[in-house]
T-cell receptor, first 115, second 113 residues
Framework: DGGITQSPKYLFRKEGQNVTLSCEQNLNHDAMYWYRQDPGQGLRLIYYSQIVNDFQKGDIAEGYSVSREKKESFPLTVTSAQKNPTAFYLC??????????????FGQGTRLTVV | GEDVEQSLFLSVREGDSSVINCTYTDSSSTYLYWYKQEPGAGLQLLTYIFSNMDMKQDQRLTVLLNKKDKHLSLRIADTQTGDSAIYFCAERRTSGSARQLTFGSGTQLTVLP
């Protein structure tokens, strides 16, 4: 079955550490996204990528970095520069090349906690 | 303010209808979506409506779109305890960029027995 897989489901980070969240999709989608979800604030866009080897900052990119070396993979690194990283992180993808409706498919999320 | 707004909480009795409301600001929006998020999980698409439609019905779900007022609603008939979740409204704009979806803050629906 096609879908998006995020790992790990739970992640704990010590102060000053970088951590990387994995996102893999086998939907053959061109575009991939990372969102951060905090209670009562909905989803905020961190980074997005329309094609391999290209990515753009979203609304809250500071303290995060991404790479898009393969179409299937879009890992997110939460760096020590991110002052408040504890949140629920969601990865999504869309079939950018398809006309009409472009539904976003989501992974199951990674809950990151700073300890 | 946010581009897409929703109230944060809604409680209904099991068997009653639920109506979740959403307002958006971008008149160029082409598609509007309702997503459901269960605790600790990702978002699942429930339904969507194209901007030239006024209403769409899908089993227990009815979506109403008032484009003049930029108001979208989701009605769930015969609400069940399994419908308890966060519901997100989202709009897709015509910019053509990959920043296609703008989400509301989500409405936490609680279904009381």
């Amino acid at each position: 079955d096609g879908g998006i897989t995020q790992s790990p489901k739970y992640l704990f980070r010590k102060e000053g550490q970088n951590v990387t969240l994995s996102c893999e999709q086998n939907l053959n989608h061109d575009a991939m996204y990372w969102y951060r979800q905090d209670p009562g604030q909905g989803l905020r866009l961190i980074y997005y990528s329309q094609i391999v080897n290209d990515f753009q900052k979203g609304d809250i990119a500071e303290g995060y970095s991404v790479s898009r070396e393969k179409k299937e993979s879009f890992p997110l690194t939460v760096t020590s520069a991110q002052k408040n990283p504890t949140a629920f992180y969601l990865c999504a993808s869309t079939d950018r090349g398809r006309p009409g409706n472009t539904e976003a498919f989501f992974g199951q999320g990674t809950r990151l906690t700073v300890v | 303010g946010e581009d897409v707004e929703q109230s944060l909480f809604l409680s209904v009795r099991e068997g009653d209808s639920s109506v979740i409301n959403c307002t958006y600001t971008d008149s160029s929006s082409t598609y509007l979506y309702w997503y459901k998020q269960e605790p600790g999980a990702g978002l699942q698409l429930l339904t969507y409506i194209f901007s030239n439609m006024d209403m769409k019905q899908d089993q227990r779900l009815t979506v109403l779109l008032n484009k003049k007022d930029k108001h979208l609603s989701l009605r769930i008939a015969d609400t069940q305890t399994g419908d308890s979740a966060i519901y997100f409204c989202a709009e897709r704009r015509t910019s053509g960029s990959a920043r296609q979806l703008t989400f509301g803050s989500g409405t936490q629906l609680t279904v009381l027995p």
